[in-house]
Every structure is written in C-alpha cells, then in structure tokens.
C-alpha cells in the first residue's frame, strides 16, 4: 500500500543551497517526514546530501520520508519529461519519488540540462532583450509523459501545481493515472473554497503552499511587512484561547481543512513550531472566523511576477 503523505511538509523554496543540507538535516531531526523539493529551487543537490545525512545517521528510513519534486516548465515536452525526473532524482540521490508534480501550466522553450540548470523562465538571459518563450506543448501530452513514469516506477505518484478549476476538469477527462495531489497557493487571504472542493470532489488532495500568507513575499518585494495574516485580530485570539502562536493556528487551520501545509524556516526554533500544530483543534466558530479573512490575495501570480521580471504578461487565473 502506498503510504500517505504526511500533512506538515516542509517546504524548501528559496533555502539558499549553502543552507541546505544542515536545514534539511535539522528538519529532520525535528521530526520532518514531509519535504517538498523543485528543480527550479536550485538547491535538489544539497537537499540530496541532507537527507542522505540523516540517513546515514539513522534519524529517518527512505521509506519513512516523504519526497515531492516538479517538473519544470522547459521540460514539458514529453520526450523531456523522463530526463527531468531523473535529473531530480540523481541531484536528490534517490531511486524513486513519492510524488512528482508539473510545477506550472506553463510550457517554455526546452533549455538542454547541460547548457543551464535550473533553467529558470528565461530563454537566453544573455541576450541583450532576454525573453520568455512559450513552447507548443499541450498539457495532455505532458501528463502522459508523467503517467509513464509511475509505470517505470520512479515516481509513486503524480500531480499538478497551480492549476485552476477549468485545467482540472479538463485533466480529469483525459487522465489514464488521476493526479493525486493538487498544490496551490492558500492561507487566510486566499481560501480558494470552490477549488479545494472541487479537488475533494474528484478525489484529488490539496497541498497549501505559502500557508503562512505573505512571510515568503516579503523579502522578495512581492508584499509588504503590513500584509500578514498573524496579526489578524481573530487569529490572536485563538492563539490565545489555544496557547498557541498565530503562525500555529494559520497552520493548524490549513490541516484541519484536510489539506497539507508546506511551511518553511531556517530557524530551527520555529521549524519545531510549526510542526507541533497536532494535538488541538479549532472550533468550528474559529475556524469560520479565519475562513472570513479571504480577500482572494495572490502573492504568487505568473501574471503579475513575470511581466515585472521577465516583460512577459502571462495569467493563468482569471
Ligand atoms: P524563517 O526562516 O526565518 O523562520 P511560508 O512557509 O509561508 O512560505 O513562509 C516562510 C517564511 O515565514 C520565512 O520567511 C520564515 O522565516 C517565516 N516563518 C516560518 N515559520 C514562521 C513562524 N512560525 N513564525 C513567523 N515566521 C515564520
């Protein structure tokens, strides 16, 4: 039988790789099961040694963790769907993953791994007026290329990122392996009910990346120190009546809405805070209260981040 994935990953965007392998190894021994790794990171080497450390010091077995790696928008095509997969898992120095995913319904110009990785979205970032170049690959064919793949064995699961309420339909109509995993933006600012119970519908489990809201924006210049969910008089509240953090109860809110929650932390300190959010529940009325914090606020949008970063106006929400 499969195992399941455990509901507090870790999250390992924007971890610097010369931070890596001691985090990962850290997380570990805090008792992370669950990591949620991506080419397009840039840090699957360094993630691969910690595991591999903690391994080796017998903290964890392979088949107690956990491991989600995606496919990357340059390799959408099918014939580079394989190579991708394996890249990943050669950098992580394992034989199989748990779950990978598409990590953007977006298919760019294929960049060879030998010539740059990650590849990123930029087709030539040398050029003089470097650009985005969208590749004719329809998702349907991807998918198909990652249903291969759990054949052959090296993933045990597949999934999608980032997809909205029409592209699951679709996907649904033409999968031969249903996506397990559906992995999204969401906290107390954007809910998305209608996805996530769609997802439920169709049997699809949800990942809630960001579940912190804006904390990881912050010092990209994608949101303000003012944008935070933990200060929200309701979320304080029920870290009060609770004694608990607000960041616990923003995460707790995510799990006992039946998805799982992704944060992440270099400070040691905190990355044991946000995995003890089990042992408590919310009431209905809290959890009620932080549902009626949605505003709908996206911080991580195509739409807006590649116009402002690469000139491309490319939305995938409508
Ligand atoms: P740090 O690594 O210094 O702890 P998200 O997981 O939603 O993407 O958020 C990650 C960001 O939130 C990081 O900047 C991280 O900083 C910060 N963070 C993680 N956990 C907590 C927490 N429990 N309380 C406050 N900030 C946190």
Redesign the pocket.
């Known amino acids: 039988m499969l195992k399941d994935m455990p509901p507090i990953g870790f999250?390992l965007?924007?971890?610097a790789p010369e931070d890596c392998e001691a985090t990962v190894l850290e997380a570990i021994r805090a008792g992370y099961r669950h990591f949620d790794s991506a080419a397009d990171y840039g840090n699957e080497v360094e993630v691969g040694r910690g595991i591999a450390a903690a391994i080796a010091q017998g903290l964890a077995t392979r088949e107690e963790l956990w491991i989600t790696s995606k496919l990357w928008n340059t390799f959408h095509a099918p014939e580079h769907v394989a190579l991708a997969c394996q890249k990943s898992l050669d950098d992580l120095g394992l034989d199989y993953l748990d779950l990978f995913m598409i990590h953007f319904p977006i298919a760019l110009e294929y960049v060879p791994i030998e010539e740059r990785y990650p590849p990123e979205w930029l087709h030539d970032p040398a050029a003089a007026e470097p650009v985005m170049k969208p590749a004719r690959v329809p998702l349907h064919e991807t998918w198909g290329a990652m249903e291969k793949l759990v054949d052959g064995g090296q993933v045990r699961r597949i999934g999608v990122c980032n997809y909205n309420t029409a592209l699951i339909h679709d996907l649904m109509r033409y999968c031969r392996i249903a996506p397990a995993e559906l992995q999204v933006e969401s906290?107390p600012y954007l809910v998305q009910p209608g996805l996530m119970r769609l997802a439920r519908d169709y049997g699809i489990h949800v990942t809630a990346?960001?579940?912190?809201?804006?904390?990881?924006?912050?010092?990209i210049g994608m949101a303000g120190s003012g944008d935070t969910v933990?200060t929200e008089p309701v979320v304080v509240a029920a870290a009060n009546a609770h004694a608990k953090?607000?960041?616990?109860i923003v995460?707790r809110w995510g799990i006992q809405r039946g998805n799982a929650?992704?944060?992440?932390?270099?400070?040691p300190?905190?990355?044991r805070?946000?995995l003890a959010v089990t042992g408590f529940s919310l009431s209905d009325a809290e959890m009620a209260a932080i549902d009626a914090l949605d505003q709908g606020r996206r911080f991580n949008d195509p739409g807006v981040f590649c116009e402002g970063a690469f000139g491309t106006f490319h939305p995938i929400y409508d």
């Not at 990346?209 to 010092?219: A, C, R, T």
């Open positions: 999250g965007w924007k971890i906290h990346f960001s579940p912190l809201g804006s904390l990881s924006y912050v010092e933990l953090t607000p960041a616990q995460l929650v992704i944060p992440k932390s270099t400070n300190g905190r990355m805070e946000n």
